[in-house]
């Protein structure tokens, strides 16, 4: 099982970024998949975005919430997350997941997002 963050870079202040996750090795068709992220100096990984395999239920962190979209393919085992309104405190490594159940048991290997000011 794979999963391949891609789409990170250095933006400024106020610009847009799009993630994609590329999945392979499994359909993630009936997974949970998610976005987290980790800032300069955290040590956990925190919740950005998720979204449901039933019904494309999407589930966003209060600090990105109305900025950032969280979307699937199904069919093409891709998902992706749009960024608008950046800014420098969302820079991070980010990260794409997936769940089976309960728990996110896969995990990509993170891509940065820098936002300057």
């Known amino acids: 099982v794979q999963m391949v963050e891609s789409g990170g870079g250095l933006v400024q202040a106020g610009g847009s970024l799009r993630l994609s996750c590329a999945a392979s090795g499994v359909s993630f068709r009936r997974y949970r998949m998610g976005w987290f992220r980790q800032a300069p100096a955290r040590t956990e990984r925190d919740f950005v975005a998720?979204?449901?395999?039933?019904?494309?239920?999407?589930l966003y962190a209060d600090s990105v919430k109305g900025r950032f979209t969280i979307s699937r393919d199904n069919a093409n085992n891709t998902m992706y997350l749009q960024m608008n309104s950046l800014k420098t405190e969302d820079t991070a490594v980010y990260y794409c997941?997936?769940?089976?159940?309960?728990?996110?048991?896969?995990w990509g290997q993170g891509t940065q997002v820098t936002v300057s000011s």
């Open positions: 997941a997936a769940a089976p159940r309960n728990d996110y048991i896969y």
């Open positions: 998720s979204i449901s395999w039933t019904d494309g239920t999407a």
